[in-house]
T-cell receptor, first 110, second 114 residues
Framework: SQKIEQNSEALNIQEGKTATLTCNYT??????LQWYRQDPGRGPVFLLL?????KEKRKERLKVTFDTTLKQSLFHITASQPADSATYLC?????????FGAGTRLTVKP | NAGVMQNPRHLVRRRGQEARLRCSPM?????VYWYRQLPEEGLKFMVY????????ESGMPKERFSAEFPKEGPSILRIQQVVRGDSAAYFC????????????FGSGTRLTVV
């Protein structure tokens, strides 16, 4: 069966450092992959999308990589800030079929 | 542009009652998706609808759950004869249509069954 695994439920880092979150998947061949941010009591907010034929995507302090051979995506937040503290979800998709990982809760300490 | 609107934000039902959750997609979006989220768990896909059509309901329990997206009005997720295990946050998302888009999510409805 399809499996989407995000590294560790929680990740704590110091302000200014780079946060790296991992998303691994099995038994799935997504056409594209997305990352979302979710704050407590709120719905997820779309951050970045990367297609299967793209290796890397950047948006301001965010960078996403997508390795279809390793079946893995890495999500980086550089120069992290306490305001980046949230749960980050990866989602794999083919057409309109999108499945989410359980998320990684990131805490950036001042 | 109000985004995806879900109501109510909180809903309390006694066991055996019906729950109706509403979702108005973002203006210009014709595709609606419902997801369920339990505490400390990821979003679980339930159903994908376009106007007047259910496209994929593979994630929805066969009994007690139904969804619709009529030509006019919001999408409705209906849970009949609720049980304690139905307590969760239910999120609706919308997208413009076919193709590769990020989803726009609503703030969710938190259903509590007592």
């Amino acid at each position: 069966s399809q499996k989407i695994e995000q590294n560790s439920e929680a990740l704590n880092i110091q302000e200014g450092k780079t946060a790296t979150l991992t998303c691994n998947y099995t038994n799935y061949s997504p056409a594209y992959l997305q990352w979302y941010r979710q704050d407590p009591g709120r719905g997820p907010v779309f951050l970045l999308l990367i297609r299967e034929n793209e290796k890397e995507k950047r948006k301001e302090r965010l960078k996403v990589t997508f390795d279809t051979t390793l079946k893995q995506s890495l999500f980086h937040i550089t120069a992290s800030q306490p305001a980046d503290s949230a749960t980050y979800l990866c989602a794999l998709a083919n057409n309109n079929d999108m499945r989410f990982g359980a998320g990684t809760r990131l805490t950036v300490k001042p | 542009n109000a985004g995806v609107m879900q109501n109510p934000r909180h809903l309390v039902r006694r066991r055996g009652q019906e729950a109706r959750l509403r979702c108005s997609p973002m203006k210009g979006h014709s595709h609606v998706y419902w997801y369920r989220q339990l505490p400390e768990e990821g979003l679980k896909f339930m159903v994908y609808l376009q106007k007047e059509n259910i496209i994929d309901e593979s994630g929805m329990p066969k009994e007690r759950f139904s969804a619709e997206f009529p030509k006019e009005g919001p999408s409705i997720l209906r849970i009949q004869q609720v049980v304690r295990g139905d307590s969760a946050a239910y999120f609706c998302a919308s997208s413009p249509g076919e193709g590769v888009y990020g989803y726009t999510f609503g703030s969710g409805t938190r259903l509590t069954v007592v």
